[in-house]
């Protein structure tokens, strides 16, 4: 590790460990009630029972689920739609101004809408997440497929390959980079769809309903503990589940370069 | 990507079709009447799918209204300035909010740009409050500033404030050493090293930031205003809607919602682009 490395380190340490004695001396200083500003031991501890009785990891499933159907619904949906556009013509025509007049619409505005056809509970939450993760899908699943060099097509062409060899070989490797691209953004949106959701619908699980109605009871340190749940589980999937995506493919294969730092 | 870009441009079926048609002159009528026609077949159609559904009396009208009635209840709630009222507080919340983002956001970005120093401090700190979503903070927001204008305003700037920050942070550090050396080599001070190179060198990436900060500071206003209890605004008008199943009224909102959205989009963010990025060269219109 070079020594510049090193000293970012211990900076960046410092000033977390700073900006923490800055926090835990004003809760401690008595100027604000505790109950709004908790000191950190009080949420480590109440996030630690949380976890510990198992009311944490329920809610994070609940969370989860939600999410996690509502964007592979997206995808089943959103990226045979997309690729259909980019190679035809007729579905790009139809579909195209659609989906440019739907998508500044945010999602969290459909959930009174939601809420009046569908009733409150999960499939408010569902739809709105695929709503929300529809519109990065589909966009980007299209501008990837068009933006496949022609070069590559007419390659494989002229070397034989079949429509069916042409599209798993070359087109959607091609198009991968913006298709995950799209990925990304489209977990992040779902990511904010199934909080807000979760807080409008109010369905006693969920992590979105936790810090809800944690502010009815002024209970602070279980809205701060389940906020660093939420901001955990948000990074693990950036990091570790769209890194890896992207290094098995498309780093790998040598289509975009790696970011630094 | 540049050749794929400028083949669309050509084509007359694509979105600059109407406006080149319009350019060529009368010539070019045609095709822009067919422009129109293509892009106006699918709302069309889904217009007419709605409307049949809506007439079939399958659910009831109050829950599924057919699309005249959201029509009057659009033109009926801009006729009485209710529905501008509630667009114009929300858009001043998103102003303000807004502004206060950019000025935080630019200023931090510039500086972990600029200072080694700046950059390791403020990272980390960033780093962990850019991955929780925004929504997630609003109660604590309203725990600590209160229900109202406040919680709201602080919250959208907070929200939007870290993809300006990534954004112009990246942009400086973006900006190409040739650049500055040779400006350095000619002799330009810090200051007019910053005007002349830095700032418009990382101009294209701060664009995209406050542009990003802004689509997610507009998606999130809507449950904001809902949560905070503010007593006007588009959130609010839908959401209250709901309490009366005034289903035309609150689908009327999100079109007004849609248009704003889409106007934020198209004609602020691009003209900016236009006298700036563009004219310079330093991107592909």
């Known amino acids: 590790m070079s020594p510049e490395r090193t000293r970012s380190i211990v900076r960046g340490t410092l000033a977390l460990l700073v900006a923490a004695a800055a926090y835990e001396a004003l809760a401690q200083g008595g100027i604000f009630p505790k109950a709004l500003l908790p000191p950190l031991p009080k949420v480590a501890g109440t996030l630690f029972d949380m976890l510990a009785d198992g009311s944490m990891l329920w809610h994070a499933a609940y969370t989860l689920t939600r999410m996690l159907i509502g964007f592979a619904l997206a995808v089943l949906i959103g990226l045979p739609l997309g690729i259909l556009m980019g190679r035809v013509r007729a579905l790009e025509g139809f579909f195209l101004p659609l989906v440019s007049a739907l998508m500044p619409i945010p999602s969290l505005a459909w959930v009174p809408v939601f809420i009046l056809w569908f009733g409150l509970g999960n499939t408010v939450a569902v739809l709105v997440v695929c709503y929300a993760a529809m519109f990065p899908v589909v966009l980007n699943a299209w501008s990837g497929v068009r933006s496949v060099n022609q070069l590559w097509l007419r390659a494989a062409g002229a070397m034989g390959a079949d429509e069916t060899a042409l599209f798993w070989k070359v087109m959607l490797p091609g198009a991968a980079p913006f298709i995950i691209a799209g990925l990304r953004q489209a977990f992040q949106r779902s990511w904010i769809a199934v909080v807000g959701a979760e807080m409008i619908t109010s369905s006693d699980w969920g992590l979105g309903w936790v810090i809800y109605d944690a502010k009815e009871f002024l209970n602070a340190d279980v809205m701060l503990a389940s906020l660093a749940v939420i901001g955990a589980i948000g990074f693990v999937f950036e990091r570790l589940v769209f890194g890896s995506l992207e290094r098995a493919t498309v780093l790998r294969w040598g289509m975009v370069c790696a970011v630094k730092g | ?285």
């Open chain 2, 1 to 285: 990507m540049r050749h794929a870009m400028h083949k669309t441009v050509s084509e007359p079926g694509s979105s600059a079709g109407p406006l080149r048609a319009r350019l060529r002159g009368p010539s070019g009528s045609h095709t822009r009447w067919r422009a129109l026609a293509r892009t106006a077949l699918p709302f069309l159609l889904v217009g007419a799918l709605w409307e049949i559904i809506a007439h079939l009396g399958t659910f009831p009208p109050r829950l599924f209204p057919p699309l005249e009635d959201v029509a009057s209840a659009l033109v009926r709630l801009t006729v009485a300035g209710i529905l501008p009222r509630h667009a114009a507080e929300t858009l001043l919340r998103l102003l303000a909010g807004f502004c206060l983002a950019v000025i935080a956001g630019v200023g931090l970005g510039i500086a972990m740009g600029r200072s080694r120093l700046a950059e390791d401090i403020l990272l980390p700190l960033v780093s962990i409050g850019a991955p929780i979503p925004g929504v997630a903070y609003a109660p604590l927001f309203l725990l600590w500033f209160g229900l109202g204008n406040v919680s709201a305003v602080l919250l959208v700037g907070f929200v939007s404030m870290f993809p300006i920050v990534f954004n112009t942070w990246t942009g400086v550090k973006a900006v190409k050493e040739i650049w500055v050396r040779s400006a350095q080599a000619m002799g330009a001070d810090q200051e007019r090293l910053f005007r002349h190179v830095i700032l418009p060198g990382a101009l294209p990436y701060i664009l995209a930031g406050l542009r990003l900060g802004l689509a997610q500071a507009w998606r999130i206003l809507v449950v904001v205003e809902l949560l905070a209890a503010v007593p006007w605004g588009l959130g609010w008008l839908i959401f209250g809607a709901r309490e009366f199943l005034n289903t035309d009224v609150m689908l009327a909102g999100i079109v007004v919602i849609g248009a704003i959205g889409l106007g934020l989009e198209n004609l602020v963010f691009r003209r900016l682009e236009q006298f700036t990025v563009i004219r310079w060269g330093m991107m592909a219109a």
